[in-house]
């Protein structure tokens, strides 16, 4: 581990306690929604602009935003170097640059600068696709840095590692969820690669502990790209962890597997990856089976090893509910899935799992970017930079918006984001801030 400074304060989770703010992927709730009012319904890439900002490259990772900063991780293709970018909320201009490490990638579907940062508005925590974590200061000065596959060993993936540090409690907590044998020059070829929950000192970097997380996985299967969820429920607060074709719940302060519920993979199948985070609401965690299989809501409050008597409902009945990359938002008492296989955004009643409504996504490009609910309305962005704007209530496509001319091989990725009243769009070479300057 290098530390390269010290954060002489007690760490407390300040953006999270204020919902003006989105300091880590799913936002201040955890659930991709915000209690945000008055956020735009309309605008152009020229009109209702509060301000745009170059990005020297493509990315996948989310900005985060706490006060008067937005925090946004990257690459500079040319130099081919891993960076930490920090910009004026209020202006667009940008505050520091930091290069953090050389190398942006190992396969051309993504990059080293797929997982988002975390942030409490007095550090920001960069990961990266290789391993490398760097924490900074809201002003861009290093405060510690470390390796994760220096510290554990080569990730073993196939493709591109990805899941977003959380910050939560006063613990910085990281997942792996990886092969156990090598893939190709990837992995431990001396021993046992394993799949672990890691939690951080956020001050100082250094692991407080590291829990081995076992699968029944096999092959690819065992990979996944999800981000762990806290999740409170009748006074007992849990991580939820999903990949390795189960759903976990670990306590925060140990990192022990407090109950598991596994699988819906019993035949074994060997290239279920898993990509789709967990959400938890009304008393349910939805988990989202790989593919075209179907959403799983998992009763919450679970001990132990669980059986199928602990799911409250399967989408088996409801083709169209699933997804395979977007991770669904929870909001306003219903979950919203957006299905990439599928080509649909649902709203789905979180006791039963019945679509309240159906639409089709708009545009014939891919989506991969997960939706934010906030202000009675659902965003979504497909690979081609198009924006849709859907009423919450019933569906109805309010507005479509053009963000973006990708170029060949290039495509949008990072989910949109509000904070403080406005939208904050990456697009391949550019973050928007969409509505009043503030």
Request: charged share 25%; net charge positive; aromatic share 10%.
């Amino acid at each position: 581990m290098r530390h390269l400074g010290m954060i002489g304060f007690l760490l407390v989770a300040t953006c999270a306690a204020r919902g003006a703010d989105w300091p880590q992927w799913r936002g201040p709730l955890f659930n991709g929604s915000t209690d945000e009012k008055g956020l735009p319904s309309a605008w152009s890439r020229t009109e209702n602009v509060a301000w745009s900002a170059d990005l020297p490259g493509e990315a996948a990772s989310t900005p985060v935003v706490c006060g008067d900063r937005v925090f946004v991780s990257g690459v500079d293709s040319a130099r081919d170097v891993l960076q930490a970018m920090a910009f004026d909320r209020t202006s667009g201009k940008r505050l520091w640059s930091r290069d953090v490490a050389r190398g942006i990638r190992r396969d051309q579907r993504s990059n080293y600068a797929s997982s988002s940062p975390v942030t409490d508005g007095k550090i920001a925590v960069f990961f990266f696709g290789n391993g490398e974590v760097a924490c900074f200061d809201a002003d861009g000065r290093p405060q510690w840095s470390r390796n994760l596959e220096k510290d554990y060993g080569p990730f073993a993936f196939l493709w591109t590692f990805s899941s977003s540090p959380l910050l939560y409690e006063g613990r910085l907590y990281f997942q792996v969820l990886q092969r156990d044998v090598p893939v190709g020059d990837r992995g431990l070829r001396d021993r046992e690669n394993e799949s672990y929950l890691l939690a951080v000192d956020p001050a100082t970097g250094k692991t407080l502990w590291r829990h081995v997380r076992p699968s029944q996985a096999v092959a690819e299967s065992r990979e996944a790209f999800t981000t762990p969820i806290p999740w409170t429920y009748e006074g007992r607060s849990e991580l939820l962890v999903v990949g390795g074709d189960a759903v976990t719940g670990h306590d925060p302060a140990s990192g022990a597997e407090l109950w598991r519920w596994g699988t819906w993979n019993p035949s074994r199948i060997g290239h279920w990856r898993q990509v789709v985070s967990p959400v938890a609401g009304a008393g349910v965690i939805l988990v989202c089976a790989p593919k075209r299989e179907p959403v799983y809501a998992v009763k919450a409050g679970g001990k132990g090893t669980l059986d199928d008597r602990a799911l409250a409902w399967v989408s088996r009945d409801a083709r169209d509910v699933s997804s395979d990359v977007p991770t669904p938002a929870f909001y306003d008492g219903d979950f919203f899935v957006l299905s990439d296989v599928r080509k649909c955004l649902s709203r789905v009643e979180a006791a039963t799992g019945k679509p309240k409504w159906t639409v089709a996504a708009p545009g014939r490009a891919k989506y991969e970017a997960s939706p934010l609910a906030a202000d009675g309305k659902i965003y979504i962005v497909n690979f081609s930079g198009q924006v849709s704007v859907v009423d919450a209530a019933n569906g109805k496509v309010l507005r479509t918006i053009a963000m973006d001319d990708p170029k060949d091989g290039e495509v949008v990725r990072s989910s949109i984001i509000a904070a403080h009243g406005q939208l904050f769009i990456r697009t391949t070479r550019k973050l928007y801030c969409i509505g009043k300057k503030k």
